[in-house]
T-cell receptor
């Protein structure tokens, strides 16, 4: 088990406020990802990281920033939350298990922007 | 533009019968494919994978078929069980790339 913890699990915030979501992993994986899940859109990549202080944008990065100052922590920040950012956010790590490689996901953060 | 598509948002199947979930992709560089299963309020969990060097991979009740010429893959669940009721996502990646691209998901309901 990759030991991925997301916090908080649920958050309600007001439009225009900053919000930071945290992803913590315990197994020193290099690659970490933030996805959002929305009905009709599936899972879409927001940002990913390939090492400490090394990050890149995904397909829906507008309005989001990320930071990775330690291998184990990957933070997602909504600088000024909007209602369109109401979603379920998943963090993932990339790992190889046997002959397979793929993502292991955290349990998700449900964010509501009112 | 959606590179991985699951055109059936939902599927209902009787317990014991076969469930077939379909997925299409557009990027010919994709050479590795995954299926994930997701229960409500949980993160997606890995189910089965297939590499483009194969056209079939089996794991217990789950089989994934890959048709590279049609850019199509399918997941077969036989026999279907009520516990299989979940949302299923297919995902694709190029081994030279850094990310997986996901479909929109198919919600499977297995009726007892």
């Amino acid at each position: 088990d990759a030991g991925i913890t997301q916090s908080p699990r649920h958050k309600v915030t007001e439009t225009g406020t900053p919000v930071t979501l945290r992803c913590h992993q315990t197994e020193n994986h290099r690659y970490m990802y933030w996805y959002r899940q929305d009905p009709g859109h599936g899972l879409r990549l927001i940002h990913y990281s390939y090492g400490v202080k090394d990050t890149d944008k995904g397909e829906v990065s507008d309005g989001y920033s990320v930071s990775r100052s330690k291998t184990e922590d990957f933070l997602l920040t909504l600088e000024s939350a909007t209602s369109s950012q109401t979603s379920v956010y998943f963090c993932a790590i990339s790992e190889i298990r046997g002959s397979n490689y793929g993502y292991t996901f955290g349990s998700g953060t449900r964010l509501t922007v009112v | 533009d959606q590179q991985v598509k699951q055109n059936s948002p939902s599927l209902s199947v009787q317990e014991g019968r076969i469930s077939i979930l379909n997925c299409d992709y557009t990027n010919s560089m994709f050479d590795y494919f995954l299926w994930y299963k997701k229960y409500p309020a949980e993160g997606p969990t890995f189910l089965i994978s297939i590499s483009s060097i194969k056209d079939k991979n089996e794991d217990g009740r789950f089989t994934v078929f890959l048709n590279k010429s049609a850019k199509h893959l399918s997941l077969h669940i036989v026999p279907s069980q009520p516990g299989d009721s979940a949302v299923y996502f297919c995902a694709a990646s190029a081994r030279t790339g850094n990310q997986f691209y996901f479909g929109t998901g198919t919600s499977l309901t297995v009726i007892p």
